[in-house]
């Protein structure tokens, strides 16, 4: 919240003046369910804001009358919900008025609880029916309590992997989710009567998740870019593990080289200055994969703490050519055949046919970390190709063998996005490649018929697009082939 009326969500900023600012449809959806769920309420220096906030609270009770326009759509009542109530039991007085509407939401949302999109959107609602129960008193409060804990129960067990990762398999939402357990926990301490006996269940459960999101954050802080991911969306692992006061989570120390997080699909290797994240995960729940990208196989390397290879984020939800790019597997540091993503992306939240992984390994041998899969995404094609990868690192070296079977001629691309701030020299053997802190390191591809350097974009948080430089080999011919790519100190 930038003033009294001005706002800035995913790269944008907009004044919201009269009324039917609120639901313009000039503005992007994901822009207005921002600006319904009053995040600003809980966000830093909240309270040098606490008279705007006030104030716009009223503004939206005026402006949106019950079940009318995007504010009372169940994922924006389910956020702002909470947000009113925990700007409540922050010490702010709230108004009559503002308790009557805080009731007539919840009462809007009990009748409309997210059944058919399931997911995070339903733990997103049973937040809110806790939060509320808690918050009130009387028969009503009662029965939201129940329905909002039963709902939670049966959905964390089903979203929360054994490893700790949430089943959709997005980085940035199970941040938020994770946010969501905390805050449950914290509310728990306000109303021991009502949480209490679940505490230890939510503990153990967010410690998993706490765990989980520190192996898939990169040395800078920020989480990898696989499936919907963009930051300045979720708050990070050091913020969460600071809101994690007492939980018992695994240090970083004691997760040593390798780390296969096996329930949700992804590796962590580090030797010497490298660390990298590898793909081996499927796109998603089976029958909820909107946030998935074709992205299998695909891998993110830091070095010195400094991103190195990338995927392409996200800057949309937009249905759209760009919101089809950015999900296919032409965006991602992966390979790709005949020009086809290794899983069938479409109207923005939609996936076709799925590439699968298997024979997934990993383990380490006098100083090498390595992890390998293989993906049946383009079983569908002739000959029926079978993409392999290994991904190997030393103290000095990141080799990535890429190893494609099957039968017929194909043309195989396979691509090593760079982070922006990577500058690159072509030499005759391949490229040199300087990263923004100064380090140089070598990269070469042998056995592809053709390389090159190829331009891309960068997608770090929604609304923002950046271009960036692409390490590219290309190979044309008959299956099968081998190609290996390596990064050199």
Known sequence: MLSPNRFRFIGRDDDVQVPSDWNRSDRAKLWLYNLHYFDDLRAEGAETRAAWHRDLIARWQADNPP??????EPYPLSLR??????????????????LRSIAMQVRALRGSL??????????ANAKALIFAGCFFTGPDADEWLRTGLKLLDDERGEQILADGGHFELSPMYHAIILEDLLDLIQLGVIFPTQLG??????RESAARMLTWLSTMTHPDGEVASFNDAASGIARTYADLAAYAVGLDVASEEGMGALRQLAASGYIRLRAGPFSAIFDTAEIGPSYLPGHGHADVLSLEVSLDGRRLVTNGGTSTYAPGPLRDAERATASHATVEIDGHSSSEVWA???VGRRAH??????GE??????????????RWLPGQPIHQRRVEVSATTLTITDRVTGAGVHTVTGRFPLHPLTSVLPTPNGWLLELAGGRVVKASVSGARQTFLADGHYAPAFGHRVARPVLTWRHEGTLPLN?????EL
């Open 483 to 487: 190609i290996e790519m390596r990064f």
């Open 357 to 362: 992984p298997h024979n997934i390994a990993c």
């Open 81 to 98: 919900i909470v947000n009113w109530v925990a700007w409540s039991l922050a010490g702010h007085e709230p108004s009559a008025d503002m």
């Open 365 to 378: 041998n006098e100083g090498h970390i390595w992890a390998e899969a293989s993906h049946d995404g383009y």
């Open 348 to 350: 923005s939240f939609r």
């Open 114 to 123: 997210e059944f058919h999109l399931l997911g995070n959107h339903l733990l």
């Open 197 to 202: 006996a679940r505490q230890p269940a939510w």
């Open 67 to 72: 079940l009318s326009g995007n504010g009372w």
